[in-house]
């Protein structure tokens, strides 16, 4: 574990250090999330190498990187899904992991690779999240028919989750989410398999939400995606920050996707693979 080095954006790695809170006066305004320090092993393999990242409030943040590059194993770290070896994250000033009950009021997560209550019925899902927050029973009821209709899923309702393909499992997760109209969403790929129609519903709901003042992190492949929705991004590879700042900023006048080969170490080599044109 190399906690001791700078990252990119200069925040020391000493585990101490790496956790105090973000400072409002320095910053300006406390960040919808404040990532400090966060580092994750599992056995041999260094998933995260010490990130911190500040997540502005109102910002639409892309999170990318290549496969494996630690995108999720940080994305559960900051939303107190996965313990982390060192440091720590703050939402809205809450230490997720000395306060999660008040950190996580705040935040809606989609995870990566979504284990649901899949025997629920996607109606009953939503449902039993809003539940879960402690909402009351009648504005539940109100919501859920709402996330149903703007996901397009009003003609699934009675299905179950099981029986649901893996885009409609993908928006019904992100109902889920959205009941309780947290101030920070985090959501670990959510147009993945996700269809055209319902992408630009979805594109749209999360455009009003951060209009309104929400702040949504979304880590993402798809660089065009992240260009046009995002207003920050940050790099991710080898469990480490490359880059991050406003799209333009990070993009340095060229598209986010050359600027993302050239930032994780370009293509990959392809000879070797002559056989596969002998058909
Ligand atoms: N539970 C686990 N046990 C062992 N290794 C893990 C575990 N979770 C993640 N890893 C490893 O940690 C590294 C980072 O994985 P992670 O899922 O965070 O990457 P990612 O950036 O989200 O990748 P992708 O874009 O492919 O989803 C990978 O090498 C992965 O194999």
């Keep these: 574990m190399t906690a001791q080095h700078p990252d990119p954006a200069g925040v020391p790695l000493h585990p101490a250090e790496a956790a105090a809170p973000p400072s409002p006066a320095a910053a300006g305004a406390v960040p919808a999330l404040a990532i400090r320090g ?58 997720v992991w000395a306060h999660p009950l008040e950190a996580k009021k705040l935040m809606g997560v989609l995870p990566d690779g979504v284990r649901l209550f899949d025997r629920l019925t996607g109606e009953q899902l939503i449902t039993y999240a809003g539940l879960l927050r402690g909402m009351d029973r009648a504005v539940v009821a109100s919501r859920v028919g709402d996330l149903l209709e703007a996901m397009d899923l009003t003609q699934d309702a009675g299905t179950l989750v099981v029986d649901y393909s893996a885009g409609m499992t993908k928006k019904i997760a992100l109902a889920s989410a959205l009941i309780h109209a947290p101030r920070l969403l985090v959501l670990d790929e959510p147009f993945e398999a996700v269809d055209p129609v319902s992408a630009a519903n979805i594109h749209s709901i999360l455009d009003g939400y951060v209009a309104s003042g929400g702040t949504v992190i979304m880590s993402s492949h798809v660089m065009d995606l992240v260009q046009r929705m995002c207003d920050h991004v940050a790099v991710v590879a080898g469990g480490r920050l490359l880059a991050a700042g406003t799209v333009d900023e990070v993009r340095a006048g060229a598209s986010l996707e050359d600027r993302f080969v050239q930032l994780v170490g370009g293509r990959s080599r392809t000879e070797g693979l002559e056989w596969l044109r002998t058909f």
């Design 38 to 95: 966060l580092a994750k092993r599992f056995g041999q393999k260094i998933a995260v190498d010490g990130i911190s990242l500040d997540v502005p409030a109102g910002s639409f943040y892309g999170i990318v990187g290549p496969n494996g590059a630690g995108k999720t194993t940080t994305l559960s770290m900051a939303t107190g899904l996965l313990r982390p070896d060192f440091g720590t994250a703050f939402v809205h000033g809450i230490d």
